[in-house]
């Protein structure tokens, strides 16, 4: 997807898609975050945090970053019932599972996701825990913007 890289005119974009609605057990929750029409944005910074369900006993939570277009996971992190997840920058910090499994291909995979209106970001959390999760779901992000070439 190429865009117009100029830069003396770096503008960042600061993105919070937190919630704190209830994600049932079983279920789970997703929020999209697509630029305006005509712009490109770059991950500079990721910030995802989630304290484990209160009471849960078993399973697990996580939090599935993907791309629309093409519709992948650019990268995954897990944890037991009754651990917190944590991404901070491009780094996995707290989790039991991620994928890519190497923390420095995880990196590489955060820093080269550019999406534009048509090829939009996902971040689904998923509550695959006996309880239900009341605690906010700290979803933050830092872009580069570029106007997209025609």
């Keep these: 997807m190429p865009y117009n890289y100029n830069p003396r005119a770096r503008k960042f974009v600061n993105i919070d898609v937190s919630s704190n609605s209830t994600v049932l057990s079983g ?46 996971t650019i990268v995954y992190i897990e944890n037991a019932y009754s651990g917190v997840i944590q991404l901070r920058g491009i780094s996995p910090i707290l989790y039991s599972r991620i ?42 992000f830092m872009f580069e913007e570029f106007d997209e070439l025609p």
Excluded: M, W
């Design 99 to 140: 994928d890519p499994s190497d923390t420095g291909l995880f990196a590489n995979e955060v820093i080269h996701v550019a999406i534009t209106n048509t090829s939009y970001l996902t971040i689904t959390y998923n509550n695959n825990t006996d309880v239900n999760q009341a605690a906010t779901r700290t979803i933050k």
């Design 27 to 72: 279920q789970s929750e997703t929020v999209t975050i697509t630029p305006p029409s005509g712009k490109v944005y770059s991950i500079i910074r990721v910030d995802e945090y989630c304290s484990p369900p209160s009471g849960a006993t078993t399973g697990t939570h996580s939090f599935d970053n993907r791309s629309s277009n093409p519709n992948r």
